[in-house]
């Protein structure tokens, strides 16, 4: 059964392997804007909560997307990065549906764009980042954008997603004394 931090874990993994991302962290929002010992663009992971159903269990993630934008950034310049960085959610997205558990090439995940042909998207040769266990599932993901329009410094895009798991209500993995 895949717990929290388990998914965190395979999140992170991914994160380091993705070429447009530079950073990961994990955790309330609030740790994301104390830490500054992330380079962006970052994704960022937040648990919300679970809900048991009879046999599985949903368990909800923010996930954040997001780049630095230039202070003198026109709209359309925000909107561009908002762009790349819905690419980069669709990546995890998409890794997380992808049934092959093999790492993909553009050619897999979009066959019909020629300019996507042999394009790897991700560091290294064989990085597997969120395994072959496909013991869950991704529901509907909710994007919108996000740009900081205090400081003008962040944009990107915020995901709601749920992740199903299986949840047999097995004794055996409670300890009782």
């Known amino acids: 059964?895949?717990?929290?931090?388990?998914?965190?874990?395979?999140?992170?993994?991914?994160?380091?392997?993705?070429?447009?991302?530079?950073?990961?962290?994990?955790g309330p929002v609030v740790n994301?804007?104390?830490?500054?010992?992330y380079e962006l663009p970052l994704v960022h992971l937040f648990y919300r909560g679970t809900t048991l159903n009879e046999r599985t269990k949903d368990m909800d993630f923010t996930?954040?997307?997001?780049?630095?934008t230039p202070?003198?950034?026109?709209?359309?310049?925000?909107?561009?990065l908002v762009s790349d960085m819905e690419m980069v959610l669709n990546d995890l997205v998409s890794e997380m549906?992808?049934?092959?558990?093999?790492?993909?090439?553009?050619?897999?995940?979009?066959?019909?764009?020629?300019?996507?042909d042999n394009v790897t998207v991700y560091k290294g040769e064989n990085s597997n980042r969120l395994?072959?266990?496909?013991?869950f599932g991704v529901g509907t993901v909710n994007v919108r954008p996000m740009i900081d329009e205090n400081t003008k410094l962040l944009c990107g895009v915020v995901a709601e997603l749920t992740i199903e798991v299986s949840n047999p209500y097995d004794?055996?993995?409670t300890p009782y004394s």
């Not at 549906?97 to 996507?116: M, R, S």
């Not at 395994?131 to 013991?135: A, F, I, N, P, V």
């Open 1 to 26: 059964m895949l717990t929290v931090s388990n998914i965190a874990n395979r999140v992170k993994g991914w994160a380091d392997a993705h070429k447009m991302v530079q950073s990961f962290t994990f």
């Open 32 to 37: 994301m804007a104390d830490t500054k010992d």
């Open 63 to 68: 996930v954040y997307c997001l780049s630095k």
């Open 71 to 80: 202070i003198d950034a026109t709209t359309t310049e925000q909107y561009e």
């Open 97 to 116: 549906k992808n049934p092959l558990g093999t790492p993909y090439t553009g050619t897999l995940a979009q066959p019909q764009n020629e300019y996507l």
């Open 131 to 135: 395994g072959t266990d496909r013991s």
């Open 171 to 173: 004794t055996c993995f």
